[in-house]
């Protein structure tokens, strides 16, 4: 008897940690594209037409940018440890929560390496595109990943729900996978690394609501 009740006492702990993190996870999108928003329309100089989100963890202010990525980061692999918990058979039930792992490390690394000033933000930057530093590579490399990860872990998800027939969640997992893999435009570069996290993090709200839901 008490046997059983310490097993049922750990598994509704662990139930009630998966679901902390899946509601992490799920406030993630809005808390990184208002974080970036108001950013974006009060720092001086920033024009998202030119310069992609990344750039405002240049300068004095940088440092909430970068903040918001590693948080943003964070969530992501709160919703990775949650997805390997609740789903626990078939088609993902391993793969996934690695590919998300890889999503979430990987933004938060970003978010440590910062791009250079450049194309005059911030304020005194030089007017145009510089040589690349060591930390902006770094930085470029691990947002590519991270988005390759996503595209990878959403592509798994869409095998599994083909097969469950879930086909409203087929749609948004293929939709997801596509917007990371499209190739970005050099004249549009800025806007569409935008609208790419914009997805990005739609998806992983809506994703971490809907686990939410089926724990």
Same mark, same amino acid.
């Given at each position: 008897m008490a046997t059983t009740a310490l097993h049922g006492h750990a598994t509704h702990r662990s139930a009630e940690q998966t679901r902390h993190l899946l509601t992490a996870a799920a406030i993630v999108g809005p808390l990184f594209y208002i974080s970036s928003t108001v950013q974006a329309l009060t720092r001086d100089g920033f024009d998202l037409r030119v310069h992609p989100l990344s750039q405002l963890a240049t300068g004095d202010l940088g440092w909430i940018h970068a903040v918001t990525f590693v948080? %943003?980061?964070?969530?992501?692999? =709160?919703? %990775? &440890?949650?997805? !390997?918990?609740?789903?626990?058979? =078939?088609? !993902? *039930?391993?793969?996934?929560?690695? /590919?998300l792992g890889i999503? !979430?490390?990987? /933004?938060? &690394?970003? !978010?440590?390496?910062?791009m250079d000033p450049q194309n005059g933000f911030p304020i005194g930057a030089p007017a145009g595109a510089v040589d690349m530093s060591w930390h902006a590579v770094v930085h470029s490399a691990a947002a590519i990943l991270s988005f390759v990860a996503l595209a990878a872990a959403c592509i798994t998800l869409l095998i599994r729900a083909l097969r469950a027939r879930h086909m409203r969640a087929a749609v948004g997992h293929g939709i997801t996978a596509l917007v990371m893999l499209l190739? &970005?435009?050099?004249?549009?570069?800025?806007?569409?690394?935008?609208?790419? =996290?914009? &997805? %990005?993090?739609?998806?992983?709200?809506?994703? *971490?609501?809907?686990?939410?839901?089926?724990?």
């Open positions: 948080l %943003a980061g964070l969530g992501v692999l =709160g919703l %990775a &440890v949650a997805q !390997g918990r609740v789903v626990t058979d =078939g088609v !993902g *039930s391993r793969v996934a929560p690695v /590919f999503f !979430g490390a990987a /933004f938060a &690394v970003a !978010g440590c390496f910062p190739p &970005v435009s050099p004249s549009e570069a800025s806007l569409q690394i935008a609208a790419t =996290g914009l &997805v %990005a993090f739609t998806w992983v709200t809506v994703y *971490s609501l809907a686990l939410r839901r089926a724990q």
